[in-house]
């Protein structure tokens, strides 16, 4: 008999609708899922796990809450899409706008990678200018323009990560080092009158979680301001999990324009992008850069998305969600460094990384490429097979809720005490 993965390898590409699903970075086959709630995920062979990847960051409540569930199956029953506008946009958009002050006007797309392609038009079309900057080790979804890695030096050409796309739009993408504050400003000395806008995750969650280095994000503010390119903060991650105005509230610096996900669908497929209002009302069919979508703001998803951020408003939501992991952290340091396994941790509020390294702190892409993949693998299939469930990744940020317990940071910490010694001793 085929296993629920075998089966689907016979009728999708890989066996998986986005490719880190499929455990080729740590080996063996996923596990399929069929319910989750709280922080537990239940299997379809009925096994449960506590959850820390939270469907990549949206789940910050918690699996399947109830209010978010009554609040989406209420408006599914009056219809599901209307390819027309609705209340329940406006109620998003202007929530969105008081939560984040750099955002003066949000368009809503449905997917991050719609969000980033989107906010790169329109920072191309405002600017007049075609070449944009980025960072080794941020992921801001799959349009062409953005899979494309570095060339043997900052001002090469870059070479694109995937057949598909075309060579020549490599001509217009810089790839820089992220945390690298001086690289960027020789750049933007070099080039800046050609450079359109700077996209960046403020906190990188897609080479594991690696934090800004002290005055980098400020100096992209800068090096934009000087050249009249636009700064592009792709908050699709961090947005309203790392603190209710994202991490451009926390690091102190205002973006022109932000993207968003995650969070604001509430577990449907969502994405927005905004900010200062010259810039977005060159936005059709205010302004001639064009871009669409039949179910953008579609009321199901604006509806769970409105419920979740009423939730998360509440007093202390995000200091007891950045307690929780920090704790979480401590004590997985500390059972590492008793079982002598190199261990560095890195996390911001609801947001965390686990790295199987003698660095005392990860902060560039090359550390992050230099920690133990292997340990890893190794380390991700024994807590797999101990109830808890990491993203099947070494290169992939791990996501706390308000619906982990204290009982869950013992049984997991528990869990990773015998794992631990067993790698120690492998």
Request: proline letters at 5%; a neutral charge; hydrophobic letters at 45%.
């Amino acid at each position: 008999m085929l296993s629920l993965y075998q089966d689907a390898c016979q009728y999708i590409p890989g066996g998986v609708n986005s490719p880190v699903r499929a455990f080729r970075s740590v080996g063996g086959e996923p596990v399929f899922f069929k319910k989750a709630l709280g922080s537990r995920i239940t299997a379809a062979d009925g096994r449960s796990f506590i959850d820390y990847v939270g469907s990549w960051g949206p789940m910050i409540l918690g699996h399947a809450h109830p209010q978010v569930i009554a609040a989406v199956q209420k408006v599914a029953a009056d219809g599901l899409s209307f390819g027309a506008p609705t209340e329940l946009e406006t109620a998003l958009a202007r929530r969105v706008v008081e939560l984040m002050p750099s955002i003066e006007l949000v368009r809503f797309v449905s997917s991050g990678t719609e969000a980033t392609m989107s906010a790169i038009r329109l920072a191309r079309g405002f600017t007049g200018r075609d070449t944009i900057v980025k960072f080794e080790g941020c992921y801001h979804g799959h349009s062409d323009s953005l899979l494309i890695k570095a060339g043997s030096g900052a001002l090469t050409l870059g070479v694109p990560t995937s057949p598909g796309v075309p060579k020549a739009l490599a001509a217009h993408t810089v790839t820089l080092n992220y945390n690298d504050a001086a690289q960027v400003r020789d750049v933007f000395a070099k080039i800046g009158h050609q450079i359109a806008c700077v996209i960046v995750e403020p906190v990188a969650g897609n080479m594991n979680c690696v934090p800004p280095v002290p005055d980098f994000l400020q100096t992209l503010r800068q090096e934009c301001d000087r050249s009249g390119a636009l700064l592009i903060l792709d908050e699709v991650m961090t947005g309203f999990r790392v603190a209710l105005g994202g991490a451009q509230a926390v690091y102190g610096v205002r973006p022109d324009l932000t993207t968003l996900g995650k969070i604001i669908g509430g577990g449907m497929p969502v994405g927005a992008f905004g900010g200062r209002r010259d810039v977005m009302e060159h936005l059709a069919p205010l302004g001639p850069v064009y871009q669409a979508g039949t179910l953008s703001g579609n009321p199901v998803a604006m509806a769970a998305g409105l419920t979740t951020l009423e939730l998360i408003s509440a007093p202390g939501f995000h200091a007891r969600l950045a307690a929780t992991t920090d704790t979480l952290m401590q004590r997985l340091a500390t059972a590492a460094a008793r079982a002598d396994i190199p261990l560095a941790t890195n996390h911001v509020c609801g947001m965390f990384g686990l790295f199987f390294t003698g660095e005392r702190q990860v902060d560039t892409f090359t550390k992050v490429m230099a920690s133990d993949a292997q340990r890893f693998k190794r380390f991700f299939h024994a807590m797999l097979d101990a109830g808890v469930y990491l993203a099947p990744s070494a290169f992939e940020a791990g996501f706390l809720s308000a619906a982990h317990t204290p009982e869950d940071i013992d049984l997991t910490v528990a869990a990773a005490e015998k794992v631990f010694a067993g790698l120690h001793s492998a």
